[in-house]
């Protein structure tokens, strides 16, 4: 059997220019420019090129970006200054703080520091806790895990019931998208560094979701035939063939993956377009509230 490939990059084409179509019709009629705020703090190169990717991406769909650069000696107090700065600023609707900050920030902090109408990225206490939470509903759901359902529902998956299997705890990956996967009425396992027999527990799922950052990890015989296989992992490998010396794969071993999978997502060109994709959704959410609360006061 050889899996539907689920292609990320035409989806996340489809949500970019849903986006593009809806900041064109709401600037028509006369309402803000969605904007976003990134800030980057420190000179990590991953970070700045995945600042730049953003940016770009959001002047393709008629969002304004603001880019704001800190030295990595800036202070707690300087970044959650320009966070509360950002925050009052009412041509900003989202507020993007590229992750990991350098040694020494509290990111927890920082992060709780944003509010959380301009949370984009989901990563606000309250945000997370709303969505760990039954019956209520976050503002903002972090990107990479919202675009992995969008993936999945693109790809015909049925959640009701299915069992879902999530490998990965983190707060960005992990965590979120098994709360998702939840909401959705999935059944939920949730696996980790200390689980034991990941195989067997991966064969039960009927819906698979790789976020360890261990490449190729994931092998033919631990996925049940015709299960959906979402792999967020970005891992180098070694190879002479390139010029770079190194290819880019995921945390599922594709080639023979895809032959037992019902369907599968390729790396790159799977979840990875859908990150920024999911963060243009947002900050025009981010915008749309601001009309909302605009609506609000004018009526109270
Ligand atoms: P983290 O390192 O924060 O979390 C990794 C998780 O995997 C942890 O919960 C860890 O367990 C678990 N884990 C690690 N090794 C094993 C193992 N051998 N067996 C079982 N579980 C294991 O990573 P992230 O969640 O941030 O990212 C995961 C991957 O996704 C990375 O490759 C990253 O580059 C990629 N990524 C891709 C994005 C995209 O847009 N495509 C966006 C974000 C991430 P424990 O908690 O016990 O330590």
């Known amino acids: 059997m050889t899996a539907h490939l689920i292609d990320g990059a035409a989806i996340a084409a489809k949500v970019r220019a849903e986006v593009a179509g809806l900041v064109a019709q709401r600037v028509a009629a006369g309402k803000s420019i969605p904007g976003l705020a990134t800030v980057l703090v420190g000179d990590n190169a991953a970070s700045q090129t995945y600042v730049r990717s953003k940016r770009k991406a959001s002047a393709e769909v008629g969002i304004e970006s603001f880019g704001h650069e ?9 970044v959650e200054e320009l966070v509360v700065q950002l ?14 900050l350098p040694g020494g920030l509290d990111e927890e902090k920082v992060l709780a520091a944003i509010s959380l109408e301009k949370d984009v990225d989901g990563f606000h206490p309250i945000n997370v806790g709303r969505l760990a939470m039954k019956g209520r509903r ?9 675009g992995c359902l969008v993936l999945l529902e693109e790809a015909g998956a049925q959640f009701r019931g299915a069992q879902a299997v999530v490998l990965g705890r983190s707060n960005i990956v992990g965590l979120p998208a098994a709360m998702l996967l939840l909401h959705r009425d999935a059944t939920v396992t949730i696996c980790h560094s200390r689980s ?21 990890m994931v092998r033919a015989d631990w996925v049940k035939p015709g299960a959906f296989v979402i792999d967020v992992g970005i891992n180098r490998i070694e190879d002479a063939a390139r010029k770079s010396g190194y290819r880019l794969v995921g945390d599922v071993a594709f080639d023979e993956v895809k032959e037992v999978a019902g369907a599968i997502t390729p790396v790159p060109g799977g979840v990875g377009p859908m990150t920024i994709a999911m963060l243009l959704r947002n900050t025009l959410r981010g915008a749309e509230l601001a009309d909302e609360r605009a609506v609000a006061l004018a009526a109270s």
């Open 138 to 146: 976050p503002l903002f759901v972090p990107c990479t895990p919202a």
């Open 87 to 100: 925050n009052a600023d009412r041509r900003v609707h989202g507020i993007l703080v590229q992750l990991p």
């Open 196 to 216: 034991r027999d990941l195989p067997a527990i991966c064969r039960s799922a009927d819906i698979l979701i790789a976020a360890v950052g261990r490449a190729q």
């Open 70 to 78: 800190l030295s990595k000696t800036a202070t707690q107090r300087e």
